[in-house]
């Protein structure tokens, strides 16, 4: 099995896939099984890609913006139409419920619907200026060349929010997804090139995490960097953004404390951590923090939030002084 057979990298247009077996493996968590492999992109690529999206970008931030809004409209058409078979991507790779897979890939579809219209308002405004008789005018124009980084536990609304938001404001954009769920990246940016967005505009590489971030942000032709993931890699990508004087957008990890007070029940905790997702979102709950414990109650709570969180998300139960 290979959910990647006709994907695989995105760039100028053009995919490339691995060699059958080779490259990175991408597993199923529910049953362990290799679901495909992806290829691990070379300094090469990454060169390509930065050239492919630079020359897209000059492509696209001429191209009006009703234009671009016809784009994304179709690519949020595309999605809908697409959707039994992305939806069965999305289990694969993360073991998500084909309902909950279903609805996020809905999400993904309204993210490019809505930011469609969006591509239509970027407005700008005036105000008056120091000397009577003058006025400035303010106008928007496209930032550039944008590298874009997602986590793995939505993987295509993530990702989604990036690449519709850099197109309709006439950015190209580099995306590398998560490795652990790369397929959803790889639908989205499909729908893109069945929409007509044209080569070099939207581009996609898999591989090192650490080493395509350290090639492309220590680029000039990037001059944007989006991240969702965690607090450490967020400190890392800024510090390489810093060299360049580069814009920065992140979406870091989540910091969820349920407090417990004197007077609560203990076995109603379980109301306070729905597991959506497996418990695998920022907001679930992160650890435990209370005064007038038992030693009882503690190993009841400790026992029902583990047992309703998929995967252990356990880090502290801290007692204050």
Known sequence: ??????????????????????????????????????????????????????????????????????????????????????????????????AEAIGEWNATADQFEWYAEEAKRVYGHSLDGRQQGVRLNVIFQPVGVVAAFSAWNFPALLPARKVAAALAAGCSIILKPASEAPGCSMAIVKACEDAGVPAGVVNLVTGDSAAISKHLIGSPIVRKISLTGSVPVGKHLMHLAAQGMKKVSMELGGHAPVIVFPDADPARLRDCAPPRNSAMQAKSASRLVGSTFTSRSMSRSRKLLLTLHARCLWDTVATPP
């Open 1 to 98: 099995m290979n959910l990647y057979r006709d994907l695989g990298l995105f760039i100028d247009g053009r995919w490339s896939g691995s060699p059958e077996g080779a490259g990175r493996s991408v597993f199923d968590p529910a049953s362990e099984e290799t679901v495909g492999h992806i290829p691990d992109a070379t300094a090469e690529d990454l060169d390509a890609a930065l050239a492919a999206a630079e020359r897209g970008f000059e492509i696209w931030r001429r191209t009006p913006a009703w234009e671009r809004s016809k784009c994304l409209r179709k690519v949020s058409d595309l999605i809908r139409e697409r959707i039994d078979a992305v939806a069965t991507i999305m289990v694969e790779e993360t073991a998500k419920p084909r």
